[in-house]
Structures are given as structure tokens and as C-alpha cells.
């Protein structure tokens, strides 16, 4: 089974976020796919894997609760550096 989650967020920072969490994704568990897109004010984040196992599925979860943390933080950052 295959299992897919898509996140839409819509920021101001769409292009900074995502160039940024896009280069976190290089050891990701196996079975998982992680696309990141931006347009204009809008991330897009598509997140898929195969369960093999119930733990893939919390493997799956914990991934989506990082990438939305982080999202957080560097749009919290950006917006105190601006003017």
C-alpha cells in the first residue's frame, strides 16, 4: 500500500521556504518520496510512501510534523529579518 500526503501553506516566503527545507531531504527513510514546489505564494509539498509495516505510518506522520516545523521556524525568521 501507498500512502500520500499533500500540504499546501500559503506565505509570503514560498520560494525562500521551500529552497530551504528542500535541502534537508537527502537521507530520507526508505519507501518515502519527498517533492517540494513553490508557486508564487504557496508551497507544495507531496509526501508518499510505501507501508510495508504500521510503523511506516508514524515514520510518515513524524515526517509531516518535522517539515511543518520547520516551515514554522523559517517563516518566523524571515519575518523578523524584514522591514
Known amino acids: 500500500m501507498n500512502i500520500t500526503v499533500e500540504i499546501t501553506y500559503n506565505t509570503n516566503y514560498a520560494k525562500e521556504i521551500s529552497n530551504s527545507i528542500n535541502v534537508d531531504n537527502i537521507d530520507i527513510p526508505k519507501g518515502m518520496n519527498i517533492n517540494i514546489s513553490y508557486e508564487e505564494n504557496k508551497i507544495i509539498i507531496k509526501i508518499s510512501m510505501e507501508i510495508t509495516e504500521p510503523r511506516n505510518v508514524l515514520t510518515l506522520r513524524n515526517t509531516v ?10 517563516e518566523k525568521t524571515l ?4 522591514p
Open 65 to 74: 510534523d518535522e517539515i511543518l516545523q520547520h516551515i514554522s521556524a523559517i
Open 79 to 82: 519575518t523578523k529579518l524584514s
